[in-house]
C-alpha cells in the first residue's frame, strides 16, 4: 500500500542471503555532494527563513503530490488526513500537471513502488512507474522539487534501470518528470538518452564502490556488464 509517512525511515533491503544492503538513495546520498542545497539554505539564511521549517513544509507538499500520483497509478483512494486543507490544496495544483502529462501519455501500469533487489551489485532500489504507453515499456521517475533535474537523479533513475534489467525487464524509454511544488515551479520532463544511462549507471556504481570501501568493505563493481 502507498505510503505518506512525513519522516520516512532509512530504506533497508535484504539480499537472496538475508543481508542488508544500502538502497539507490543511501549510497548516492552518503557519497555525493549537493552543493546546490547549501547554497538554498544560505539564501533562506539571509533572508531570515528557518530553511529547516521550510524545506519540511515543501517536503509534505511533495510527498502528498507523489502519493497522490501513486494512488491513481495503483487505483486507490488518498488518505490526508494527516495534512493540512493548505498543503492538500497545493498538492492537488502539482498534481493536475501530472495529470495533463499522462494525457498525451497514456500508461498502463505494469509494476508501480516495487522493491527490488540487484543480487549482482547488492543494493536495492525501488522505481516509480514501470509501464506500458505507446507500445513502449517505459520507465518513470517522479521529482518533485523546484531547481531542477540535477545528475545524482539522474544516477538514481540508471540504477532502477538496471534493476529492472537484471530482473527480465524490458525498458524502451527512461522519463523524468518534475513536479514544482507551487505554480511557478513548473513542470519539467527529461527522457534519458542511452549515452545518459550507460554513464549515469557507470557512475552509480562507481559511488556504490566508495560506498563499500568507506564501510570496510570490499567493492563489487570492478566491471560493468548490464
Known sequence: MTSTSR???KEYYRNAAGQIIPSTTTVLGAVLAKPALVKWANRLGLQGVDSDKYKDELADIGI???YFIMCRLS?????VSNFTPAQVEQAQAC?????DWEEKNPVR???VEERLVSEKYQYGGQPDLYALSNGKFILVDFKTNAKGIFDEMVFQVAAYEGLLIEHGFKVNEATMLRIGRSDPEGFEEKILTRSELDLGFEIFLRCLDIYQLKRGKAPICTTVNR
Not at 487505483?75 to 488518505?79: H, K
Not at 498534481?95 to 495529470?99: H, R, V
Open 95 to 99: 498534481y493536475l500537471k501530472y495529470i
Open 64 to 66: 502528498l503530490t507523489h
Open 109 to 111: 501500469p505494469l509494476m
Open 75 to 79: 487505483d486507490e483512494v488518498p488518505d
Open 7 to 9: 519522516s520516512r525511515a
